[in-house]
């Protein structure tokens, strides 16, 4: 069974720092991309990173570019976000979700997604 | 970016209808288009890829169809298990981006 399980997320001050962290089972995890998406509570889905199966290529949201950073770790079968100078725009729940072969795909499954709240 | 405008932002069905939800891109995006479902509290679950191919589990009332900018998702005989929230997703570009939503309620 293919299991994503987030872990990292809780409240936050404005301009401090999280990392969010990816704990992957199920499948070949360094054989895919791998992406994270977030849910800002009660409204749509904003992809905000992903990062190749071989950590060569990453891509972020323009919300996000210069602020945060992904990385993998496959050894570990592990997936992280760190977040820097965090604002309340930044609140949301942040999916992990797997990706395809190739970084440009759809995004199956998702993990259940873990809360962070940036406030003062 | 590639906007995704998705409508109707929500619509009252009842079990057994046909609904229709479309998607259209602000550019030709070929065939690159997913749609999901999302149910409260859960995470959001793919059901199409690549605008028409049903996903693995997935029940044959939902289809997809279109190309180009236009994307059209279908569910051709509403079940109660199906009231949730869809969205479609572009992968022809980063940022990846989906349309803002469309709940499909009871009637």
């Known amino acids: 069974e293919v299991q994503l399980v987030e872990s990292g997320g809780g409240l936050v001050q404005p301009g401090r720092s999280l990392r969010l962290s990816c704990a992957v089972s199920?499948?070949?995890?360094?054989?895919?991309?791998m992406h994270w998406v977030r849910q800002a509570p009660g409204k749509g889905l904003e992809w905000v990173s992903g990062?190749?199966?071989?950590?060569?290529?990453?891509v972020y949201a323009d919300s996000v570019k210069g602020r945060f950073t992904i990385s993998r770790d496959n050894a570990k079968s592990s997936l992280y976000l760190q977040m820097s100078s965090l604002t309340a725009a930044d609140t949301a729940l942040y999916y992990c979700a797997k990706g395809g072969e190739f970084l440009r795909d759809w995004v199956d499954p998702w993990g259940q997604g873990t809360l962070v709240t940036v406030s003062s | 970016d590639i906007q995704m405008t998705q409508s109707p932002s929500s619509v009252s069905a009842s079990v057994g209808d046909r609904v229709t939800i479309t998607c259209r891109a602000s550019?030709?995006?070929?065939?690159?288009v997913a749609w999901y479902q999302q149910k409260p509290g859960k995470a959001p679950k793919l059901l199409i890829s690549?605008?028409?191919t049903l996903r693995s589990g997935v029940p044959l009332r939902f289809s997809g169809s279109g190309s180009g900018t236009d994307f059209t998702l279908t569910i051709s005989s509403l079940q109660p298990e199906d009231f949730a929230t869809y969205f479609c997703?572009?992968?022809?570009?980063?940022?990846?981006?989906f349309g803002g939503g469309t709940k499909v309620e009871i009637k």
């Open positions: 550019q030709d995006i070929t065939s690159w």
């Open positions: 997703q572009q992968a022809d570009s980063f940022p990846l981006t």
């Open positions: 990062i190749s199966w071989n950590s060569d290529t990453t």
């Open positions: 199920g499948f070949t995890f360094d054989d895919y991309a």
């Open positions: 690549a605008a028409s």
